[in-house]
């Protein structure tokens, strides 16, 4: 049997890959470890072990690196011990594969230890442009992967440009979206209502009335604006009547200024709206909320990805997502209030049809299929130009 060694670093993380998780371990010719590390594993960004447990997985380690201070250094240095972290994991297990997951600064740690000990790399949704330093990344990790996995017809071809061999390059579509197959089909809203605003902080809401998300990360490239950033956007969203969900950042640079201004909105400045502030969210809820909600408002790739999907209206703010391929129901805006504002307006109760762009949900059941099938690769690469 082939070891595939999965690392997850954070709820995302875990919410790209579950699909493949799942037909990994249905497989006969396949052996999973799950490494659980980074804010996968720090209280504050939400309890991951007991969700990848609830789930029915097993994780083979658990380890930590991650620096606290979400600043420029904490973020090198928390890449550093990742690297040495992830090495000393992967001496242990001896996987056969490794498969890693977009485009973060774990991600980059978990590359550099696979590819310096001469093990296969398999990377998912490659090939994407956007803004941040994630983009850089991102290409990095092609340049070292074996195997890629990329999600839309455009990252396909960004893939093969950089000279990538195109045996070794697949079009599978994104796992997220397998997920949200799965989870539309169960129409759990009613639900959630029930117990949902038990966890967190905040006003109780009332999911049958209109309400918005809003979910928005620092960019790494704009460190120190993040606290102005994000209570422009909640200025904004109080313009609109209306009831708010606000779910914490990531842990990138720039992460604790923007909790910062989350916590100023919620002590000092809210007046006219309920709001409830989560943590973290279970991948099922977050998408049965997507599905309801009347408008997300952030710059998470979840909204641009999953809400192309789900066909949730979005007001896409700032340079995170800037040029990453999108849909129709995304929109975009300045970090100004009053375009923020305007933007709300026009998106906030619109419905939009489902878009493949980013898959039709099969992803998982594919990538498992190649990854069965897959003869020796040849670690030592070249440019296929």
Not at 10 to 18: G, L, P, Q, T, V
Not at 27 to 36: A, P, W
Not at 176 to 200: A, E, H, M, P, T
Request: positive net charge.
């Amino acid at each position: 049997m082939k070891k595939i060694l999965v690392f997850i670093g954070s709820r995302a993380n875990y919410s790209s890959i579950k699909s493949v998780l799942t037909e990994v371990k249905k497989s006969r010719r396949l052996k999973l470890f799950i490494v659980l590390g980074s804010s996968g594993v720090i209280t504050k960004y939400g309890n991951l072990e007991k969700i990848i447990l609830k789930d029915g997985f097993k994780i083979a380690k658990k380890i930590f690196f991650l620096v606290e201070g979400e600043n420029p250094l904490t973020m090198a240095k928390s890449t550093g011990l990742g690297l040495i972290e992830i090495t000393t994991t992967l001496n242990e297990i001896k996987p056969d594969i490794v498969l890693t997951i977009g485009d973060r600064f774990e991600t980059m740690a978990t590359t550099l230890a696979s590819t310096y000990m001469n093990i296969v790399l398999a990377h998912t949704m490659g090939g994407e442009i956007t803004g941040s330093i994630d983009e850089s990344i991102r290409h990095a990790i092609t340049k070292f992967a074996h195997l890629h996995f990329p999600a839309s017809k455009e990252a396909y071809k960004r893939i093969l440009r950089l000279g990538e061999n195109k045996k070794n390059v697949h079009l599978v579509g994104c796992p997220r979206i397998d997920l949200i197959k799965q989870v539309l089909k169960k129409n759990k809203i009613s639900n959630l209502n029930k117990y949902l605003f038990n966890f967190g902080v905040g006003d109780k809401l009332d999911l049958n009335k209109p309400f918005v998300i809003v979910s928005q990360h620092p960019v790494t490239t704009e460190y120190g604006s993040s606290e102005e950033q994000i209570l422009n956007t909640l200025k904004a969203v109080n313009m609109i009547e209306t009831q708010v969900i606000v779910l914490w950042p990531n842990p990138d640079a720039g992460s604790e200024l923007l909790s910062k201004g989350i916590r100023k909105w919620r002590e000092r400045y809210n007046k006219n709206n309920k709001i409830h502030f989560f943590k973290n969210l279970e991948p099922d809820e977050y998408i049965q909320l997507m599905k309801k909600t009347a408008c997300l408002i952030g710059n998470s790739s979840s909204g641009i990805r999953d809400g192309a999907f789900i066909g949730t209206p979005v007001v896409n703010i700032g340079t995170r997502q800037s040029k990453r391929e999108r849909a129709k129901n995304v929109i975009d805006s300045s970090y100004e209030i009053e375009d923020i504002y305007k933007k709300i307006k026009k998106q906030y109760g619109k419905k939009y049809l489902s878009s493949n762009i980013y898959g039709n949900g099969s992803a998982g059941r594919k990538i498992v299929k190649i990854l069965e099938n897959l003869q020796k690769i040849k670690i030592q690469k070249s440019i296929s130009y």
